[in-house]
């Protein structure tokens, strides 16, 4: 009879412990690509090709075959993700794509008068060679306008691993929408022999915590969002922040729903704020 009453007070107080500490545990969600939502519901299915759901496990992407682009990707990006390694340039398709896909390759954007233009960057994975190499596969690149490239997105792209650096962590989405651009030999709608969709507008969707666990549950209300929509046009500003939108605006052009994991209360309050500068 003792050894029952021990028996059961032990189990008592595992149970009682593990309840205690359920609220420091940290959720499966935390630092995960996708942690904000599936903006499209992109998924694995064949039947879904132009909504196509790949894991590149270092970014999360929806994928369309017909337009041989990115709809849009996700990632996180915390100080892990940014190290050493240099920029490995190793542009090059993805041969893990469905059978009879069309493979973008380095030589797609050749004389086009676009820019191989990351979606997740190659600045933001720097911790080893696999995540860099990552970033250059061809379905993370879009035809993108020099200038709107190398200065305007570089810029922001900057401003978000500062935010790093000082101690914050940072969830990304970004984004195409429409058809034809303005690179440096004049506008086009497509290219690669129109086998590749130029978008119209290149979007962004940032959401800065600072670095810590249980992420979902410490984004509220007056958690910093940006959100930038830029025309494809090499005429555009260097200045990322004259493009500044709210997340609805994004939603209404895509039809996308964008930060869908959060409580719909928080949700409506941060898609409505429009950034400032003043952050």
């Excluded at 545990?25 to 090709?49: E, F, H, I, M, R």
């Excluded at 910093?224 to 200045?239: E, F, R, Y």
Aim: include cysteine; charged fraction near 20%; proline fraction near 5%.
């Amino acid at each position: 009879m003792r050894y029952n009453r021990l028996l059961i007070n032990l189990l008592g107080f595992v149970l009682l412990t593990a309840i205690g500490c359920k609220q420091h545990v940290p959720q499966v969600t935390d630092n995960n690509n996708l942690a904000l939502g599936n903006p499209s519901n992109a998924s694995k299915s064949l039947l879904n090709a132009d909504n196509y759901l790949i894991d590149h496990k270092y970014y999360i992407e929806s994928y369309n075959r017909n337009k041989a682009e990115p709809n849009s990707v996700s990632w996180h990006l915390c100080s892990k993700d940014v190290g050493t390694t240099d920029r490995l340039n190793n542009f090059r398709p993805d041969e893990t794509l469905p059978d009879g896909w069309y493979e973008v390759d380095n030589t797609s954007y050749k004389r086009s008068g676009f820019d191989k233009g990351h979606n997740c960057p190659s600045g933001d994975r720097t911790s080893t060679t696999d995540a860099n190499s990552a970033t250059f596969l061809m379905d993370n690149i879009i035809p993108q306008a020099p200038n709107n490239n190398q200065h305007t997105w570089e810029h922001l792209e900057n401003y978000c691993r500062n935010k790093v650096k000082r101690g914050n962590e940072v969830y990304i989405i970004m984004g195409v929408y429409g058809s034809g651009g303005t690179g440096r030999n004049g506008f086009a709608t497509s290219i690669d022999k129109g086998r590749v969709n130029v978008p119209a507008h290149i979007w962004k969707v940032v959401v800065v915590i600072p670095e810590g666990d249980d992420d979902l549950n410490r984004i509220d209300e007056n958690t910093l969002v940006i959100a930038i929509d830029t025309p494809n046009d090499n005429s555009i500003s260097k200045n990322w922040m004259n493009y500044a939108c709210t997340v609805k605006n994004i939603e209404d052009s895509t039809g996308y729903n964008l930060l869908s994991a959060l409580p719909q209360p928080i949700q409506e309050v941060l898609e409505n704020k429009k950034f400032t500068g003043s952050n």
